[in-house]
């Protein structure tokens, strides 16, 4: 977790929730899917800002221990001004059933600190199969 954020349970398929300095947040979601990597990640990227106008979207495949996984990082227009944002999303199959994980990093453009908390939350995750 980057310094100076702090983390509360989520409940459903949110995981946990994040708050950072500045108006930064992060979510990190564990959903179940019936879909294949590449329709999974499509559905994922549609709904990316809700009703939110994308200014701008990299979408950067990212290997991951034998799991699918992206890194989607750009802009959207949020209310107030323009929203940086950056998720990494992975594809983890088990033999009874899939998962989306998908950890979303979202603050101010321009922010103080967005670019440390990225490389901190985008980094490989540990995935714990029971």
């Given at each position: 977790?980057?310094?100076?954020?702090?983390?509360?349970?989520?409940?459903?398929a949110?995981?946990?929730?994040?708050?950072?300095?500045?108006?930064?947040?992060?979510?990190?979601?564990?959903?179940?899917?019936?879909?294949?990597?590449?329709?999974?990640?499509?559905?994922?990227?549609?709904?990316?800002?809700?009703?939110?106008?994308?200014?701008?979207?990299?979408?950067?495949?990212?290997?991951?221990?034998?799991?699918?996984?992206?890194?989607?990082?750009?802009?959207?227009?949020?209310?107030?001004?323009?929203?940086?944002?950056?998720?990494?999303?992975?594809?983890?199959?088990?033999?009874?059933?899939?998962?989306?994980?998908?950890?979303?990093?979202?603050?101010?453009?321009?922010?103080?600190?967005?670019?440390s908390?990225?490389?901190?939350?985008?980094?490989?995750?540990?995935v714990?199969?029971?």
């Amino acid at each position: 977790m980057p310094d100076g954020w702090t983390s509360t349970p989520g409940s459903g398929a949110t995981a946990l929730m994040l708050t950072g300095p500045s108006g930064m947040s992060a979510t990190v979601t564990i959903a179940p899917t019936d879909r294949q990597p590449d329709r999974a990640f499509l559905a994922y990227t549609a709904s990316l800002g809700g009703s939110m106008r994308h200014l701008n979207l990299l979408v950067t495949g990212v290997p991951f221990c034998g799991f699918s996984s992206q890194l989607l990082t750009g802009t959207l227009q949020g209310s107030s001004g323009p929203i940086e944002f950056a998720d990494r999303v992975t594809h983890i199959w088990t033999n009874t059933k899939n998962y989306l994980v998908a950890i979303h990093l979202e603050g101010p453009a321009a922010v103080p600190g967005f670019r440390s908390a990225k490389s901190a939350l985008m980094q490989d995750f540990a995935v714990f199969i029971p």
